[in-house]
């Protein structure tokens, strides 16, 4: 889950202002974290106060997003799933939006097999998301760091991705000319994947997802789900993230990595 949280801290200085190379500071004062990293730590609380059986999942989600999200109003919501969070009756909207995948990794890290990674893929999504393409890009994202976890080596993951969800039948170097801004998940997820399937590690991979430009803190956020994952966060990277984290962020997420690490 955090390296979902660097992808957005690293990736938040770019999304208005791309920087189509893998050559650039990974940190400086400029980053920030986004309504990416709080959704995702929201989802995180809302997993740590469920059932055993995940069987109220759904509604507390919308407990901790609402709860957790409201004390950050100005952390970049979109215009519909803003007013979702303060709203006194919140419904789903028939999103398919790319916050359904970049909020979702800490299913991936808590599922303890691949059907539970999409069930608990969909619980966490509908309740906003509740759009086809929505609950794919959101299981996608889920399905694939489930299978880095677990062994998985890329091309295995790769081939499970592009059987199951999207065609896989692109690289970087081809789309990076003329990807542009995007807040889709059938435009985003795919991509964010692949940024991961062409990486070398985990910071390759972040390095990867702002290279192509678009809606650089959510592809980052998604590719970065996956790669830590698959190859875990180095110390450093870990250090320096959690120094743009307030408290409050911070607490959740030492919560869930001590309840839910490997």
Not at 76 to 103: D, I
Not at 146 to 174: C, P, Q, S, V, W
Not at 237 to 249: F, M, W
């Amino acid at each position: 889950m955090l390296g979902a949280i660097i992808g957005d801290i690293v990736g938040s200085r770019f999304e208005f202002r791309n920087n189509k190379s893998k050559e650039f500071e990974l940190f400086n004062n400029k980053c920030t974290f986004t309504d990416d990293t709080v959704m995702t730590l929201a989802i995180a609380k809302a997993i740590l106060h469920s059932k055993s059986d995940y069987s109220d999942l759904s509604s507390l989600s919308i407990k901790y997003m609402q709860e957790v999200g409201r004390n950050y109003p100005s952390c970049g919501y979109g215009g519909s799933f803003g007013l979702w969070v303060f709203s006194n009756n919140p419904k789903p909207y028939n999103s398919f939006g790319n916050g359904a995948a970049m909020r979702v990794s800490p299913v991936g890290f808590v599922a303890k097999s691949l059907d539970q990674a999409i069930s608990l893929s969909k619980k966490v999504t509908e309740v906003t998301h509740n759009h086809p393409e929505g609950i794919k890009g959101a299981e996608a994202t889920a399905v694939a760091i489930y299978l880095a976890r677990n062994g998985y080596n890329i091309n295995d993951i790769k081939n499970y991705i592009d059987k199951h969800y999207y065609k896989m039948n692109f690289t970087l170097d081809e789309i990076r000319d003329t990807y542009k801004f995007n807040e889709t998940c059938q435009d985003t997820v795919p991509q964010a994947i692949m940024a991961f399937l062409e990486s070398t590690s985990f910071e390759d991979a972040i390095r990867n997802a702002i290279s192509i430009g678009g809606d650089s803190d959510t592809i980052a956020a998604i590719t970065g789900g996956i790669a830590e994952a698959y190859y875990g966060v180095p110390i450093e990277i870990r250090e320096n993230a959690l120094k743009y984290l307030d408290e409050n962020l911070k607490s959740i997420l030492l919560e869930f990595e001590n309840n839910f690490s490997d």
